[in-house]
Nanobody, 124 residues
Framework: QVQVQESGGGVVQAGGSLKLACTASGRTLSTFSMAWFRQAPGEERDFVASVSWNGLYTYYKPDLEGRFTISRDGAKNTVSLQMNRLEPEDTAVYYC?????????????????WGQGTQVTVSP
């Protein structure tokens, strides 16, 4: 089994920054990929960004690229999400996900393990 734990959520004013972190532990594989999703109240869970198993390839939801940056420390099985110029529309629960097969796409079904989520609230 793989355990996924997020941290770093909180409340920030619009225009501010926040950095989320996620650690995968347990029976982790060297070829698994990691991703961030978010779910706003009343909406479906949506892809934010993903990073390949070796950290070399990153993918973003198009309208977030430029403000959000995903990075990975493979040696520590951790992934971070740096969020800048935050907007009230970014308010959501942010989830970290792991794909055993190394998928980096948007569909939720590509990911096998999920964290509990961390709340990000951006005030106007």
């Amino acid at each position: 089994q793989v355990q996924v734990q997020e941290s770093g959520g909180g409340v920030v004013q619009a225009g501010g920054s926040l950095k989320l972190a996620c650690t995968a532990s347990g029976r982790t594989l060297s070829t698994f990929s990691m991703a961030w999703f978010r779910q706003a109240p009343g909406e479906e869970r949506d892809f934010v960004a993903s990073v390949s198993w070796n950290g070399l390839y990153t993918y973003y939801k198009p309208d977030l690229e430029g403000r959000f940056t995903i990075s990975r420390d493979g040696a520590k099985n951790t992934v971070s999400l740096q969020m800048n110029r935050l907007e009230p529309e970014d308010t959501a629960v942010y989830y970290c996900a792991v794909s055993k097969a190394g998928h980096t796409g948007r569909p939720l079904y590509e990911y096998d393990y999920w964290g509990q989520g961390t709340q990000v609230t951006v005030s106007p």
